[in-house]
């Protein structure tokens, strides 16, 4: 393991006594089911040197910040609409040097921000909301072009049948889903790559009981 995660490690487990960053926090459980499940995203061939990343509801840096740790090459932004998570996620960035953008905000309102909108390679996201409302939080931000992975559990057929009409309104389809087994641990999960096709309308991202409802 590289040093930079036994450093994120301790201030995980060192801010986690002041804020609820993460119920993990069994060192070996950590490296397993928050690092190498992180970095399966690298394993999907869709993240490539120079893309711009963002991270929605990244939480305590899952997956966004294994994932810079171990290709230096991204242009990381962190997003989340706690700002006691923001700060943690700064001091991670500015300790381990990772230069990584970390921003309080909530999805819907990135997603109606020129800032943000459409202005990334790739969105990544991890057990955050349904697909469908996954989905109108993430592709406002993609590029066309661009692609969308959401990370799922191992049993996602419904919910991703669910969520295709709202990925469709929204410019994206579902290009593939790959599953992948956590090393370390029997978990198996998927990543579902969505890739943006068309701009997005401008009516979505939406708010309250409509996010993810066609």
């Avoid at 690092?35 to 939480?59: E, P």
């Avoid at 840096?61 to 740790?69: D, E, L, S, V, Y």
């Avoid at 049948?161 to 469709?168: F, G, H």
Wanted: hydrophobic fraction near 35%.
């Amino acid at each position: 393991m590289k040093p930079e995660f036994q450093r994120y490690m301790e201030l995980l487990l060192e801010w986690n006594e002041k804020i609820n960053l993460t119920a993990i926090t069994e060192p070996e459980e950590i490296k397993t089911k928050h690092f190498i499940d992180s970095l399966t995203c690298l394993k999907t061939g869709y993240i490539k040197d120079g893309d711009k990343i963002a991270d929605v509801g990244t939480g305590a840096g899952f997956p966004g910040i294994p994932i810079k740790i171990e290709n230096r090459n991204i242009d990381l932004t962190l997003m989340d609409s706690l700002n006691k998570r923001i700060n943690f996620l700064k001091t991670v960035s500015d300790e381990l040097g990772l230069n990584a953008k970390c921003i309080h905000i909530r999805a819907e309102d990135a997603g109606n921000d020129a800032n943000y909108r459409e202005n990334f390679d790739i969105v990544v996201s991890r057990a955050v909301a349904g697909l469908n409302v996954l989905a109108e939080y993430c592709l406002p931000l993609v590029k066309t072009g661009g692609y969308m992975l959401a990370m799922k559990g191992k049993d996602m057929d419904e919910e991703l049948e669910n969520a295709k009409p709202v990925i469709k309104a929204l410019g994206g389809k579902v290009k593939e889903v790959q599953m992948h087994d956590i090393d370390g641990t029997d978990i198996t999960h998927s990543i579902i790559i969505i890739e943006k096709l068309n701009k997005t309308d401008k009516r979505f991202p939406r708010r309250g009981k409509k996010i993810g409802t066609i």
